[in-house]
Nanobody
Framework: QVQLVESGGGLVQAGGSLRLSCAAS????????MGWFRQAPGKGREFVAA????????WYGDPAKGRFTISRDIAKSMVYLQMNRLKPEDTAIYYC????????????????WGQGTQVTVSS
């Protein structure tokens, strides 16, 4: 089994930055993707970014392009999401997930999820 634990969320003013962390433990596979999704109240889960353990090539959803950076530390089994120039519309619960699908930008592509970390951006 895989366990994912997110951290780093909090309250920040618009224009500020946060770095989210996701600690992975248990059975992780090099071909798996690690993804970040977010879910705002009353909305569906939205793709933010993804990266594979075996490759340093990232994918970004529209909310993240130009502002967020995903990275991974294989030795530590950690995945990070650096979020800059945050906006109030970035307010959401941010989830880390892992999966073996070729596609990486849909929640159905992932089999294991963390509990999420709240990000609140004030205006």
């Amino acid at each position: 089994q895989v366990q994912l634990v997110e951290s780093g969320g909090g309250l920040v003013q618009a224009g500020g930055s946060l770095r989210l962390s996701c600690a992975a433990s248990g059975r992780t596979f090099s071909d798996n993707a690690m993804g970040w999704f977010r879910q705002a109240p009353g909305k569906g889960r939205e793709f933010v970014a993804a990266i594979r353990w075996a490759s340093n090539s990232p994918w970004y959803g529209d909310p993240a392009k130009g502002r967020f950076t995903i990275s991974r530390d294989i030795a530590k089994s950690m995945v990070y999401l650096q979020m800059n120039r945050l906006k109030p519309e970035d307010t959401a619960i941010y989830y880390c997930a892992t999966g073996a699908s070729d596609r990486v930008n849909h929640p159905d592509d992932y089999t294991h999820w963390g509990q999420g970390t709240q990000v609140t951006v004030s205006s």
